[in-house]
T-cell receptor
Framework: GEDVEQSLFLSVREGDSSVINCTYT??????LYWYKQEPGAGLQLLTY?????DMKQDQRLTVLLNKKDKHLSLRIADTQTGDSAIYFC??????????FGKGTMLLVSP | DGGITQSPKYLFRKEGQNVTLSCEQN?????MYWYRQDPGQGLRLIYY???????QKGDIAEGYSVSREKKESFPLTVTSAQKNPTAFYLC??????????FGSGTRLTVV
């Protein structure tokens, strides 16, 4: 099956940029997603990128996709304490259901 | 406002008891999904349904059952055959060519 790998933890200071990385094995996914989960809550779709794009920018969020290396990243500029959450990379390999990485916990300190 | 409603938010189950988690959506989405989340495990797919009266097993369907009698509703039953049911359960829905929308989850604890 599809493997989606993320580092488990990232700690940054408020105002810094955060970069969360994701690698995957199946490159057939049309869309690749980033979701955010705050404690005790459901998942909120942050952004997504179409597989034929290299980059997508949405306010403080920048998504980079390197299809050759099967690498997806999410950059959060000017990180705030309210950005502290778990971030999930997700894709739909083989046009099947959504497959998630295990999530990266982002901790932002003042 | 449209969205997905999961209930209850917290649920306690005794050993050997079946419990049903509710998931209702008013987004007119065709497909609905149930995921289980355990700490450090990410989300794992239990069951999904693309249309009414049809559903498929996901990666961890053993000990669970579902029904899809209405487009808006996709309840999940955790049966006594599920040996380790304590987890956070998330329901999602999706309309073709759009992203997934998630509910706020149900936390199930065995007591």
């Amino acid at each position: 099956g599809e493997d989606v790998e993320q580092s488990l933890f990232l700690s940054v200071r408020e105002g810094d940029s955060s970069v969360i990385n994701c690698t995957y094995t199946d490159s057939s996914s049309t869309y690749l997603y980033w979701y955010k989960q705050e404690p005790g809550a459901g998942l909120q779709l942050l952004t997504y990128i179409f597989s034929n794009m290299d980059m997508k920018q949405d306010q403080r969020l920048t998504v980079l996709l390197n299809k050759k290396d099967k690498h997806l990243s999410l950059r959060i500029a000017d990180t705030q304490t309210g950005d502290s959450a778990i971030y999930f990379c997700a894709l739909t390999p083989g046009y099947s259901t959504l497959t998630f990485g295990k999530g990266t916990m982002l901790l932002v300190s003042p | 406002d449209g969205g997905i409603t999961q209930s209850p938010k917290y649920l306690f189950r005794k050993e050997g008891q079946n419990v049903t988690l509710s998931c209702e959506q008013n987004l007119n989405h065709d497909a609905m999904y149930w995921y289980r989340q355990d700490p450090g495990q990410g989300l794992r797919l239990i069951y999904y349904s693309q249309i009414v009266n049809d559903f498929q097993k996901g990666d961890i369907a053993e000990g669970y059952s579902v029904s899809r009698e209405k487009k808006e509703s996709f309840p999940l039953t955790v049966t006594s055959a599920q040996k380790n049911p304590t987890a956070f359960y998330l329901c999602a829905s999706k309309k073709e060519n759009y992203g997934y929308t998630f509910g706020s989850g149900t936390r199930l604890t065995v007591v």
